[in-house]
């Protein structure tokens, strides 16, 4: 079992430009959860799924930002345009059941200069 | 207030120390996780539970559902055991969210 895959692990861009980062859940894994983690507010869920379709937004920051997930095994969240305090780490999970173990990739640590 | 408090925020102990970090709550719930974050960054999920007690190795959590109360044990620490713990609960209110802790950071000196 490969986990779940996350890129790029390190992005450094200029404020203004589009960002995408991905993800891969597990092999047969209904739900995937995209969280943000910053020094200042811990981890906080952004957007989740279940059978590729999207559940709750709630925690999406503002309209910047946006997430898909076309097929079972890819998902992706782009921030167009791209700020300094969208600065942090962004962590996919993927998981059988909906409060079951989540299982997480190893993150995208994201700089915006 | 946090839905999800921990304690301590910070905590160092000497190896072979027993440790124990507490996790309260003020929502009804389904289920409680606690996760590990080395600081390389990567986060594990180490137990999941909803009443009474799992032990895995060295690893002990228990959680008090009158109480709403939580702790993670750990026995015999080594300094392997360095990283941030965080606790986490789904709601039994929306099952499909974890609602987070601000986490724990152990450091166990040799």
């Known amino acids: 079992d490969a986990g779940v895959i996350q890129s790029p692990r390190h992005e450094v861009t200029e404020m203004g430009q589009e960002v995408t980062l991905r993800c891969k859940p597990i092999?047969?894994?209904?739900?995937l959860f995209w969280y943000r983690q910053t020094m200042m507010r811990g981890l906080e869920l952004l957007i989740y799924?279940?059978?590729?379709?999207?559940?709750?937004d709630s925690g999406m920051p503002e309209d910047r930002f946006s997430a898909k997930m076309p097929n079972a095994s890819f998902s992706t969240l782009k921030i167009q345009p791209s700020e300094p305090r969208d600065s942090a780490v962004y962590f996919c999970a993927s998981s059988l059941a909906p409060s079951g173990p989540q299982h997480f990739g190893d993150g995208t640590r994201l700089s915006i200069l | 207030k946090n839905e999800v408090e921990q304690s301590p925020q910070n905590l160092t102990a000497q190896e072979g120390e027993f440790i124990t970090i507490n996790c309260s709550y003020s929502?009804?719930?389904?289920?409680l996780h606690w996760l590990q974050q080395h600081p390389g960054g990567g986060i594990v999920s180490l137990f999941m539970?909803?009443?009474g007690k799992k032990k895995h190795g060295r690893l002990i959590a228990t959680i008090n559902i009158q109480e709403k109360h939580s702790s993670l044990h750990i026995t015999a620490s080594h300094p392997r055991d360095s990283a941030v713990y965080i606790c986490a609960v789904s709601s039994r209110y929306n099952t499909d969210k974890l609602i987070f802790g601000t986490g724990t950071r152990l450091q166990v000196f040799p």
């Open positions: 929502v009804g719930i389904s289920a």
């Open positions: 799924f279940n059978n590729n379709v999207p559940i709750d």
């Open positions: 539970l909803s009443s």
């Open positions: 092999s047969g894994h209904d739900y």
